[in-house]
């Protein structure tokens, strides 16, 4: 009967198994010196060697005649324990077996000597999965079973597990593996199985395990189905992904606003019957290799890529801004959530998502705001944003000979005018322009200056008095130009409410931060004007009127 690869390609032998030398000598010095813990917790990520070091770590114990800390494979121990017949080592799924009857089980037998081998052994892969009760009935044994009993717990999540066991083994952190360590491996496996893997499509398979060399292998071997020369192409079409480049050519294309490009790209992969989840995990995984490199002054410490990759990179992440990477990783995960949850209507997530990751002003998100507000800051600091023009009534051209004509005896009659001979008045000192931009107000022709930044000055309203703040969200601020505070409210009940003696001392000594002092409370004019178009002031108004006055 055929066996899969990655169960005949398992490590026999503490100096098989790849990555994780970290662990390994330490388990080879334990046995080596018969400095045996009696419970080992064994974590990581799937695939990454835990239940295959725990049985090599049986085996250990067990062995007559151990090498260098790992068994010889050779003795009676070995061969039994391999073929399974060994009764002295219980390998159990605490998935299937999580009940509290299956610990009291184990808790009755540990009293036992073993029957043939040295020690008892007890592995426990998915510890997590065990109920609380049966937590509870193992953490006695857990903490001092007989001296012919070892526990070995193996575990994918150990948030799940209880601190009391976790204190009560030694804990073991497996990494995930490398990846040309995960390309030479399976490079291997393939040379002795006779499969024709290039280079680039063994980086490919080890890229896309994200760690893990059963899934590596595994991977291989369904490559290795098509009996054929594995490439690059071949892995993309037995995984049903498009490849790196597509991926590129998917955020250039968000970048350049392409939209031609992004509903044929989606429309290919869907009409080619590829699985879009596959397909939108690649792209996480550019924009992610992309942050790498738009935040970080040597990406190619954290990213395993070639030099054209890496070039590649570099050009297309100096076309965004970091809050725009942000907010479209946020975008990007929002829709992979949104796919495994509605299986059918994939091609609309992910053709929405794409569009809204093309025009910023559609994405209404906290990363997508930050992201904009980025973008108007970088151009308040390179000058580029000028303040609109205001309307102003159409202007009817005059030729100049009839313009100077006009002047001359206005000129003459007018005493305002200074003639070319007479000495000017004296200069008088005009005041100074209140902050923020002036606006000609309608009603009465004054000239008002908004004060700026108003919306912290509600804010410090509101730390002293709340009621009275509840008035001020929707008012305006003005200066006028004898020096009077204007403010203008929504309605005549808010203006009754602020028209007091003390709330007119609280919002003089709020204002006057803004103001540069303290105006006088005599100053301020409540108005409640009747034109419509008045709108609340917010911290976006600022920028743009700071922007405006660059």
Not at 12 to 29: A, K, P
Not at 68 to 97: F, H, Q, R, W, Y
Not at 544 to 549: D, I, M, Q, S, V
């Amino acid at each position: 009967m055929h066996q899969a690869l990655y169960r005949k390609w398992r490590p026999q032998q503490f100096d098989d198994v790849c990555g994780q030398e970290h662990i390994t000598s330490v388990l080879r010095y334990e046995v080596t010196n018969n400095a045996l813990s009696h419970a080992y917790l064994f974590c990581g990520s799937r695939g990454t060697g835990k239940t295959t070091c725990a049985k090599i770590l049986a085996k250990a114990v067990n062995c007559e005649a151990p090498v260098n800390g790992s068994p010889c494979g050779k003795c009676a121990s070995c061969t039994a324990i391999d073929s399974g017949s060994a009764t002295d080592v219980l390998e159990m799924d605490a998935a299937s077996n999580n009940g509290v009857e299956n610990i009291r089980d184990i808790r009755d037998e540990v009293v036992y000597t073993p029957s043939a081998l040295r020690y008892r052994v007890y592995i426990v892969d998915e510890v997590h999965m065990l109920s609380q009760s049966a937590f509870n009935a193992l953490l006695k044994t857990l903490e001092e079973p007989p001296a012919h009993v070892i526990f070995i717990l193996a575990t994918t999540e150990l948030h799940k597990l209880p601190a009391t066991i976790i204190s009560r083994c030694q804990r073991f952190d497996f990494r995930r593996i490398a990846l040309p360590v995960l390309a030479a491996r399976i490079t291997y496996i393939a040379q002795q199985e006779g499969m024709d893997l290039e280079p680039a499509a063994a980086e490919r398979i080890a890229r896309m395990a994200q760690g893990g060399m059963r899934d590596a292998i595994s991977l291989l071997e369904l490559c290795g189905g098509t009996r054929k020369k594995i490439d690059v192409a071949t892995v993309d079409e037995m995984m049903g992904s498009g490849g790196r480049e597509e991926m590129l050519s998917i955020a250039e294309a968000v970048a350049n606003a392409d939209y031609d490009t992004i509903f044929a790209t989606v429309n290919e992969a869907v009409a080619s019957s590829r699985d879009l989840s596959v397909f939108w995990q690649d792209l996480i995984s550019v924009y992610r290799d992309l942050l790498v490199v738009k935040t970080t002054s040597d990406a190619t410490r954290y990213l395993d890529l070639t030099d054209a990759e890496a070039a590649k990179l570099t050009e297309l992440a100096g076309r965004f801004k970091k809050g725009t990477l942000l907010a479209h990783c946020r975008l990007l995960e929002d829709a992979l959530f949104a796919m495994q949850k509605a299986n059918a209507v994939k091609r609309m997530v992910a053709e929405l998502t794409l569009v809204r990751m093309c025009d910023p002003t559609l994405d209404t998100s906290t990363e997508g705001l930050l992201a904009r507000l980025e973008r108007l800051e970088d151009a308040l600091a390179a000058g580029a944003v000028v303040a609109p023009t205001p309307k102003s009534a159409p202007v009817t051209e005059i030729p100049l000979e009839a313009s100077r004509k006009e002047e001359a005896p206005r000129a003459a009659s007018d005493p305002a005018v200074p003639t070319p001979n007479a000495p000017s008045a004296p200069q008088t000192a005009e005041p100074k322009p209140a902050p923020g931009p002036a606006a000609e107000s309608p009603a009465t022709g004054r000239v008002l200056h908004r004060i700026r930044g108003f919306m912290n000055c509600v804010e410090r309203v509101r730390r002293e008095n709340s009621m009275l703040a509840s008035f001020l969200p929707d008012a305006r601020a003005f200066l006028d130009d004898s020096g009077r505070v204007i403010i203008q409210l929504a309605n005549s009940f808010a203006q009754m409410m602020l028209d007091e003696a003390s709330a007119r001392d609280l919002l003089c000594r709020a204002l006057a931060p803004e103001l540069k002092k303290a105006p006088n409370p005599s100053q301020l004019l409540f108005e409640v004007p009747d034109g419509e178009g008045q709108t609340k002031d917010t911290v976006l108004d600022d920028l743009l009127e700071a922007a405006g006055e660059q």
